[in-house]
């Protein structure tokens, strides 16, 4: 299968990049190596699978070379991972993450449509369901209100998904993906960023008294789950999370963090920022029973991984035989 990942040098998508090229399919990217964090990291990420894959370099809002590029490579199936990302820049500039994640979101379906795409794999989020009052969240819910411009974004992407599914018989799968970290992870985000900072000896930023709750889901769970979703044969179009089902206080994630370092952090609590949401927590029950989604990776093991990547990273080994005083 000729397979398009946009925003395939991403954290996510060049994890996917690497299972697709191992089980031999035909794989090409779509990035714009943009500047929300160093582009020489998405080159990385990707450099072990260069020579197998053709990387286009072109924007999603440029509606023009998509149709170009979807017109000349002829894609059977397209897994759109490329957003802008992240609650907090959403909220000083939403018209970005508009043109980006929505526009941009629509051009890829009118370029699918054009061209006769079999399937469409769209990464979508759990802040879809913002203040949540049913816990776990069920993609039964009835989702009113999103409390973030980027949540509401990836709501719209959904929605435009389900409405091109409907008028011309794509299918179409949307997985909301639940915090995910491990290797790669995104400088940006809490377990990378709470490392580096720990690591460094600088302090951390604890928004609010550290008692929100995230459900984080390991890399390597999360790309079982897309993959099972390539040949899922179900509704035209259809949504599954794709999360862990636990949780953990984040003042819990920064004690495992340390654990893993062997080193305390310095915190520095601050107000709890807008936009962010109390708690999430994936029902993973449909996942489980119609794509064969089956998370195995608990954060107890996962982050001990991730901090092994980031110490490697750095050039040092790997944290096995690091020695702790922080109290288990």
Not at 96 to 107: A, E, I, M
Request: hydrophobic share 40%; aromatic share 10%; charged share 25%.
């Amino acid at each position: 299968m000729r397979i398009l990942v946009t925003g395939g040098a991403g954290f996510i998508g060049s994890h996917l990049v690497e299972r697709l090229v191992a089980a031999g399919e035909e794989v090409s990217i779509l990035d714009d190596f943009n500047d929300f964090y160093d582009p020489e990291i998405k080159r990385a990420n990707i450099a072990a699978v260069a020579e197998q894959i053709r990387v286009h370099q072109l924007d999603l809002r440029n509606a023009e070379t998509v149709q170009q590029l979807f017109h000349r490579e002829k894609f059977d199936i397209v897994v759109h991972l490329a957003a802008r990302a992240g609650v907090r820049s959403s909220i000083t500039n939403p018209q970005l993450y508009y043109d980006t994640n929505v526009s941009g979101t629509l051009h890829l379906l009118e370029a699918a449509r054009a061209t006769g795409l079999e399937r469409f794999i769209f990464a979508s989020s759990s802040s879809v369901y913002g203040i949540a009052k049913q816990v776990p969240f069920s993609e039964e819910l009835h989702l009113t209100q999103t409390i973030s411009p980027y949540a509401a974004t990836k709501i719209a992407g959904e929605f435009l998904c389900s409405t091109y599914s409907h008028l011309y018989k794509m299918r179409i799968v949307a997985l909301r993906f639940f915090t995910v970290y491990g290797a790669r992870q995104r400088p940006d985000l809490a377990i990378h960023q709470f490392t580096r900072r720990i690591y460094e000896g600088q302090p951390i930023a604890q928004f609010g008294d550290g008692t929100t709750r995230r459900d984080y889901t390991y890399i390597d769970d999360i790309i079982q789950g897309v993959t099972a979703a390539l040949g899922y044969d179900g509704p035209l179009f259809d949504v599954f999370n794709l999360g862990e089902s636990e949780t953990i206080e984040l003042r819990e994630l920064i004690a495992e963090i340390e654990r893993a370092l062997g080193r305390k952090a310095e915190i520095q609590q601050l107000p709890e920022q807008p936009g962010d949401v109390p708690i999430t927590c994936a029902d993973i029950t449909k996942a489980r029973q119609l794509l064969g989604y089956k998370p195995t990776t608990k954060l107890r093991e996962g982050l001990p991984k991730f901090v092994d990547w980031f110490l490697q990273s750095r050039g040092e080994g790997s944290g096995e035989h690091r020695t702790s005083n922080i109290e288990p």
